[in-house]
């Protein structure tokens, strides 16, 4: 059984920053991708930034050159450095573990950006 807990999402104003961590626990295999979605109401899932267990990276066009995906192997950790959020950056953000085999979806935090 694989568990994902996300933390760091709040309110914050246009221009500013929010660092979201998503620590994984279970029985994980050594080579996976985790990444961030996000959710905004009325509209699909759709996904922000991954990193691979060897840290290639993909991102959406949408937040290139604002958002770093980063993770700690040794913590099976992963973090999203979110700059200069916009409000349309406002969503429940979820992390996912994906492995040759499963996938696995956190709980969901929100982040609400005030303009």
């Known amino acids: 059984q694989v568990q994902l807990v996300e933390s760091g999402g709040g309110l914050v104003q246009a221009g500013g920053s929010l660092r979201l961590s998503c620590a994984a626990s279970?029985?994980?295999?050594?080579?996976?991708?985790m990444g961030w979605y996000r959710q905004a109401p009325g509209k699909q899932r759709e996904l922000v930034a991954q990193v691979s267990s060897v840290g290639g990276t993909k991102y959406a066009d949408s937040v290139k050159g604002r958002f770093t995906i980063s993770r700690d192997n040794a913590k099976n950790t992963v973090f999203l450095q979110m700059n200069s959020l916009k409000p349309e950056d406002t969503a429940v953000y979820y992390c996912?573990?994906?492995?040759?085999?499963?996938?696995?979806w956190g709980q969901g935090t929100q982040v609400t950006v005030s303009s």
């Open positions: 279970g029985s994980i295999s050594s080579i996976n991708v």
């Open positions: 996912k573990l994906d492995t040759t085999w499963s996938g696995y």
